[in-house]
Structure formats: C-alpha cells, structure tokens
C-alpha cells in the first residue's frame, strides 16, 4: 500500500520529469533513464521524503494482494494489514538477532494467491476475516512452495507461532541455511 509520504514523492517526482516509472512483477518500483546529471535531483526528493531508508529487510521483501475493500472475493485483509503485521513481527527478528536475514513475506485475501503467498518463505492466505494460514517451506527464489503450517490462526497466536520459529532457525538452521529451507528441512521433508 502506497502512503501519503510516498504518493508526495511520486507526485513532485513526476514534475521534475526527470525518470520514468517501471513496475515490476515483483511490486517494486524502478524509476528509470535518469540522467548522471540529474542524479543528484533525485535523491535529494529520495531523502527528503525518506524513501527506501530505515526500512528493514522483511518490509522490503513483503508483497501482498489487494484484498480488502478492492477484491469482491477477498475473505481476510492483506494489503491494509500486512504493513501493521510486519510491525509487529520485525521485534521478533531483533530479538532472536535474525533481522539481517532476507527473509520473504507474503500476504492474500484468500487462497486464490495473487499475491502469490505460495511462494514465500512465510506466506499468509486469508480463510477468514483476521484468520489465515500460515505457510513455511518455500524458498526465496521461486523454485519450490510452500506448505501450510498452521491453519486458520490470528494474529496472537501467528506472533507466537513466529517467536518460536525464529528462535528455532537461530538455534538449529545450518551455515547459509535460509528460513525458507531450514523450515522445509524441519517441518516438511
Ligand atoms: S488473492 Fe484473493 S483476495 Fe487477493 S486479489 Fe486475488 S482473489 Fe482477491
């Protein structure tokens, strides 16, 4: 979900007329063609507007579907909700001295996966209003999916969930092992 923050940036951006915009599968951004010259211009809107700086690694990789109000079909919320999750999901990883990890995150209204939560390495599907399943096991690069963890939970209990897990991959993953894999290795294979 794009904030007011970033809709200012994007809007003063576009008058300066400097890059074009590139929207990747991904939900990312690219803002291209920018002249060497020009560079300077950009990055002074980037700081004042606090683009891309203080966000941690989890935020950067998270993607989520539309859901909620857009999505006729949408049984959870996911793009309104999944910012606020990882709020309170990113404590964890300091906590546990995992939040350099480049761990995927993904969210969707429900099991139709738009946002393609099956391929994340903690992927969300919605099954009912503040309820869903909590998928582990995929990896990060979209060779393998995921698998469901645990059905229909809400948030305390995906916080608890999630507090454990990574408490767990602290203790037991291998040398370069990613969550998504030590979570496969562990619960799936
Ligand atoms: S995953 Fe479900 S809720 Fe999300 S956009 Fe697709 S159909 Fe709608």
């Known amino acids: 979900m794009v904030s007011k923050n970033q809709k200012e940036f994007l809007f003063n951006l576009s008058k300066l007329g400097l890059s074009d ?7 990312n951004l ?16 980037l ?20 859901a909620l109000p ?4 949408a049984l959870a919320e ?16 300091v906590k546990h001295k995992i939040d350099q990890e480049d761990i995927s995150i ?7 996966g738009c946002g393609r939560s099956y391929l994340a390495e903690i992927g969300f599907v919605g099954t009912a209003p503040e309820e869903y399943n909590l998928m582990l096991g995929a990896d990060r690069y979209g060779t393998r999916l995921n698998q469901i963890y645990k059905s229909k939970i809400k948030e305390p209990e995906i916080l608890q969930e999630l507090d454990y897990l990574f408490g767990l991959y602290k203790k037991e993953a291998l040398d370069h092992e990613t969550f998504g894999d030590f979570s496969f ?4 294979n």
């Open 78 to 93: 996911a793009q309104r909700y999944l910012p606020e999750l990882i709020t309170k999901i990113e404590p964890l990883l």
């Open 185 to 188: 290795r562990k619960f799936f």
């Open 70 to 73: 857009t999505c006729p079909l």
């Open 106 to 112: 993904r969210m969707t209204g429900c099991p139709n």
């Open 47 to 66: 700081t004042q507007y606090n683009i891309g700086q203080n966000i941690s690694n989890l935020r950067q990789s998270s993607m989520s579907c539309v």
């Open 21 to 27: 915009f590139k929207f990747t599968c991904n939900q």
């Open 30 to 45: 690219i803002l291209g063609e920018i002249a060497l010259e020009d560079k300077w211009q950009v990055e002074k809107l």
